[in-house]
């Protein structure tokens, strides 16, 4: 028993983990008794307000840089990685 702690605050943390078992104790019986199972997982309805989305995004684009755009570009990175 520590020296630095009264009787009441160690009876207090002896009935606070009493309690914390007996509340996990009686968690479990109940959802054994009641069948707990994971729920499952129901698929999404479209809603009728919305309309209908689709599943395509737009085209890909790409843009061939210059040698001196490539350099700034390379240079920028840099100074951004060196913080």
């Given at each position: 028993m520590p020296e630095h702690a009264p009787t009441l605050q160690?009876?207090?943390?002896v009935v606070?983990?009493?309690a914390a078992v007996a509340w996990t104790v009686v968690l479990m019986r109940l959802l054994r008794r009641t069948g707990f199972q994971t729920p499952t997982?129901?698929?999404?309805?479209?809603l009728p307000a919305l309309p209908s989305q689709r599943r395509t995004?737009?085209?890909?684009?790409s843009v061939e840089l210059t040698p001196a755009e490539q350099d700034a570009f390379?240079?920028?990175?840099r100074q951004l990685a060196n913080g």
């Open positions: 160690l009876i207090g943390v606070l983990a009493v997982r129901c698929t999404p309805t479209a995004g737009p085209a890909l684009e390379a240079g920028l990175v």
